[in-house]
């Protein structure tokens, strides 16, 4: 589907890159634009429960690939942003979890900037699994009240693919 609106068209032409030129950088300045767009999510009651951690440094991506089974582009990509739950934000009671939703709608928010900026990228997952969260909590030192939800590998794009066409109206309800 093309539209003429440059929003719509950049979501449906994201994809998951895992294939980045290893010699091409990332600027601070994308990687700031990147962390304005994750922190413009929806987040319940303004919770903003999250803190993300930029990695540059290649023994900490190549570490990162080592232990994540579906990190593997973290070995070629210059950067990652690992997306953390910070505890200490989370709301109370039941409302505890809601912190996932947050986290989910900012890295959605990191992949669509990364897309428009022209860069690739790939959600990797570690949340829930308690064996990659503390592997990458152990890898990177992070704090207890920091829960790693997530790692997007992040670079210029070495090989492009055409997005999947997931419109499938048997998916919808209209009453």
């Known amino acids: 589907m093309n539209t003429d609106n440059q929003s719509i068209d950049n979501i449906l032409t994201r994809t ?4 980045f030129d ?20 929806p987040t319940a009651v303004n919770k903003r429960p999250w803190h993300f951690v930029v990695v540059r440094d290649r023994r ?8 994540l089974p579906y990190c593997q582009a973290a070995r070629k990509s210059p950067v990652a942003i690992v997306a953390c739950g910070d505890s200490r934000r ?4 039941d409302d505890a979890s809601l ?3 947050d986290l ?21 997952s570690v949340y ?9 909590s152990d890898i990177l030192s992070l704090p207890v009240e920091r829960k790693p939800f997530n790692v997007i ?9 055409k997005p999947f066409d997931k419109w499938d109206p048997g998916c919808v309800t209209y009453l």
Do not use: K, Y
């Open 104 to 124: 989910s709608a900012a890295s959605e928010n990191i992949l669509l900037a990364v897309h428009a900026l022209g860069l690739g990228a790939v959600w990797t």
């Open 22 to 41: 290893v010699n091409a950088g990332v600027s601070e300045t994308d990687i700031t634009a990147v962390l304005h767009a994750a922190m413009a999510a």
């Open 60 to 67: 900490l991506l190549d570490r990162l690939a080592d232990a």
């Open 90 to 93: 989370f709301l109370p009671g």
């Open 153 to 161: 590998p992040i670079g210029h794009v070495d090989r492009t693919h």
């Open 99 to 101: 912190w996932v939703q």
């Open 128 to 136: 829930p699994h308690a064996d990659r969260m503390e592997a990458v």
């Open 16 to 19: 998951s890159d895992r294939c």
